[in-house]
């Protein structure tokens, strides 16, 4: 049929036919008149906030990934208690920094730290427009996204860094103690890193660099970290008299392999939305070399744990390999928007690398860490921020620096909170009792696999 035909038709089909064909006309006239206008302030607007409400969601579920890995990595007796520490301590950080934490890090900051204000909120302008004041609209627009996206986005970080203190100290830490600690680590001690860097404070000053947080997290959690298993201990029996390390198996592989998995995921977040934006096409292009070399990395630091992990620890290790991951992806968070790929499969590797002889060291050292979070989140997120200086133009001596003073502030007052949570009535860790028999029967009166029959262990030979 020719177009004269359907021309001819009744009037009411050549409506219905140019009303089909009005979408494909503006679909293939989008892109030069959007080209010509420029990507209108509301789209721009729209795209921004969505995009941090997206990438959010997909950092919180990391703390389910969190959650499977701890509670797989444990003895079935601690298992429901891993279980109420990780939904505990991610409310509580969230608390915590919309009451202090995100003033502290990002209001007014001059050089070390910033205003406590009032509660944070949506701003005056976006009240309005949500009342029914389309008068305010171009107001709202100006900031580019809506305030408490914003917020949201970074809510969820301080949580990851939380959670890296849980993993290392599992089995033995008091669980009122942890949520003191928890408590002051998202209200102070990470904003204060925060404003350092990502704030505007001195060490931004500087020119340090961190993308997503290799050190303003994942190092923050690790020194913190660090400083709570030298003073709460190893768990009973971890070291025998003769300086070998007794083993302590997971209880359930396969949900650690689910939440090494679901934090692989959830990094896609924590990396792409540090982009901090989706207006534009090169925010777009900039988010894809983000994710690609996030995947790599990671691929990287698997296979890389895996072809060191007989020669270095005895044995093929299904959990140093699954660790192996996380290393990838912890020293890739500090500057995954670089375009070379192949650089992010060095540097994931080597992050492997790093974290299977971490392993071996602090068992050599006598500290025990359930989880590998030290090695993982402290040493990789050390060469990451190293790493930087080698594809995405960081100066070496500012990123020691950055490396140094954060160590340095965060391990020092970790340390100190530690120590002091040990001296009150609460205590760092829970009784031996509670420990021999399980934190899930003693503490919470309930078990994680009743099924099971729960063998008392030997630990005749520990110190």
């Known amino acids: 049929m020719t177009l004269l035909n359907i021309l001819s038709r009744p009037r009411p089909i050549v409506a219905i036919v140019a009303i089909a064909l009005l979408p494909a006309a503006a679909f293939l006239a989008w892109p030069s008149v959007a080209h010509a206008a420029g990507v209108d302030p509301e789209t721009r607007f729209v795209l921004n906030t969505f995009a941090f409400l997206i990438w959010g969601a997909l950092v919180m579920w990391m703390c389910a990934g969190f959650t499977m890995l701890e509670a797989g990595s444990v003895r079935t007796k601690n298992a429901s208690m891993i279980c109420l520490k990780n939904i505990g301590l991610y409310s509580i950080a969230g608390l915590a920094f919309y009451f202090i934490g995100y003033n502290l890090m990002y209001n007014d900051v001059w050089h070390v730290i910033g205003v406590p204000d009032n509660l944070h909120g949506p701003s005056d302008s976006e009240k309005a427009l949500v009342a029914g004041d389309d008068s305010v609209l171009s107001a709202v627009l100006e900031n580019g996204y809506s305030v408490m996206s914003d917020w949201f986005f970074q809510m969820v970080f301080v949580a990851t860094a939380a959670s890296i203190v849980s993993g290392t100290l599992a089995e033995r830490v008091n669980m009122w103690a942890f949520f003191v600690f928890t408590l002051l680590l998202a209200a102070l001690i990470y904003p204060i890193v925060g404003a350092w860097t990502w704030g505007g404070g001195w060490l931004a000053a500087l020119g340090f660099q961190d993308f997503a947080g290799s050190t303003i997290v994942h190092s923050t959690g690790g020194w913190a970290a660090l400083a709570g298993v030298m003073v709460v201990g190893p768990r009973l029996g971890k070291f025998r008299r003769d300086g070998t390390v007794r083993p302590t198996p997971p209880s359930n592989v396969v949900l650690v392999t689910l939440g090494i998995f679901i934090l692989w995921l959830g990094w896609f977040g924590f990396n792409g939305g540090s982009q901090l934006a989706l207006g534009s096409a090169a925010d777009a292009v900039a988010i894809g070399h983000v994710l690609v070399n996030t995947n790599l990395a990671a691929a990287a630091g698997v296979v890389a744990a895996l072809s060191i992990s007989r020669p270095v620890l005895g044995r093929i290790d299904l959990l140093t390999c699954l660790n192996g991951a996380l290393a990838g992806l912890v020293s890739i968070t500090a500057g995954p928007d670089f375009?070379?790929?192949?650089?992010?499969?060095?540097?994931?590797?080597?992050?492997?690398?790093?974290?299977?002889?971490?392993?071996?060291?602090?068992?050599?050292?006598?500290?025990?860490?359930?989880?590998?979070?030290?090695?993982?989140?402290?040493?990789?997120?050390?060469?990451?921020?190293?790493?930087?200086?080698?594809?995405?133009?960081?100066?070496?001596?500012?990123?020691?620096?950055?490396?140094?003073?954060?160590?340095?502030?965060?391990?020092?007052?970790?340390?100190?909170?530690?120590?002091?949570?040990?001296?009150?009535?609460?205590?760092?860790?829970?009784?031996?009792?509670?420990?021999?028999?399980?934190?899930?029967?003693?503490?919470?009166?309930?078990?994680?696999?009743?099924?099971?029959?729960?063998?008392?262990e030997m630990m005749d030979d520990e110190e």
């Not at 590998?372 to 594809?391: E, M, Y």
């Not at 205590?427 to 919470?444: C, K, N, Y």
Request: charged share 15%.
């Open 339 to 456: 375009v070379e790929h192949y650089w992010a499969v060095i540097i994931g590797a080597i992050g492997g690398v790093i974290c299977t002889f971490g392993i071996k060291m602090l068992e050599k050292l006598r500290l025990d860490d359930v989880v590998g979070a030290v090695p993982v989140h402290l040493f990789a997120g050390i060469w990451g921020t190293l790493a930087v200086c080698i594809v995405a133009g960081g100066n070496v001596l500012v990123q020691l620096a950055g490396i140094a003073s954060i160590g340095v502030f965060v391990f020092g007052v970790s340390w100190l909170l530690w120590r002091a949570l040990a001296l009150t009535p609460l205590g760092a860790r829970v009784s031996r009792q509670v420990e021999e028999l399980g934190q899930d029967a003693a503490e919470l009166g309930m078990e994680s696999y009743p099924e099971f029959v729960l063998m008392p």
